[in-house]
């Protein structure tokens, strides 16, 4: 093997590590925010069971729980089951009664993202990208930060509902807000679906 082919075999070397080093560092990137959203959605879990574990052995399901923030809580008797037992020592330091009723007394509550973003929605004609509203919901909403990731899970939930419209163009997915149709005209309703 002569002095040149060598050099050259070593950086080809050198630019597949190098790129491979980069592709490494995007998925480790990657990993890192989803794992940042399957946090949030661990600890929304953990609420979730929580409160209903509390509000378990009330007698009457109809009533809220803001009916009941100044009566003693009923528990009943069953051992704490194994889901309960793997809580997060943040759920353990911080019980869900006392943050619930301090979020319920203390601050307005938050309105939910999807309200947000079908609210962004509202103000364009045109198709957006999830990265457009979210980048405009940090900007109006500097207390909210959402990743990309649940910003796009809300836009797909708002979908199913029927509340926007997912638009595909090329690789890229838009959403745009659906317009209700006025009510008692039969005849806007049948115009929607000719357009569909």
Do not use: C, W
């Not at 009330?58 to 003693?72: G, I, K, N, T, Y």
């Not at 079908?118 to 919901?137: F, I, M, S, V």
């Amino acid at each position: 093997m002569t002095s040149q082919s060598a050099a050259t075999l070593r950086s080809r070397y050198v630019v597949q590590a190098a790129s491979d080093l980069e592709e490494n560092r995007r998925l480790q990137q990657e990993l890192t925010e989803r794992i940042k959203v399957l946090q949030q959605q661990e600890a929304l879990l953990e609420d979730i069971l929580s409160l209903a574990q509390r509000y378990e052995g009330f007698a009457d399901p109809s009533r809220l729980p803001e009916q009941m923030q100044d009566e003693p809580v009923v528990a009943k008797t069953k051992p704490a089951s194994r889901a309960a037992s793997r809580r997060s020592s943040s759920a353990k330091t911080a019980p869900a009664g006392r943050t619930a009723k301090a979020g319920a007394k203390g601050k307005p509550r938050q309105p939910l993202l999807g309200d947000l973003l079908t609210e962004l929605l509202g103000q364009y004609k045109e198709p957006r990208l999830a990265k457009e509203l979210r980048d405009e919901l940090l900007q109006k909403y500097p207390d909210r930060n959402p990743t990309p990731q649940v910003v796009r899970n809300t836009l797909e939930s708002l979908v199913a509902k029927g509340r926007i419209r997912r638009h595909k163009q090329q690789r890229s997915v838009m959403y745009t807000l659906v317009q209700p149709a006025p009510r008692g005209t039969g005849e806007a309703r049948a115009d929607e679906g000719r357009t569909s």
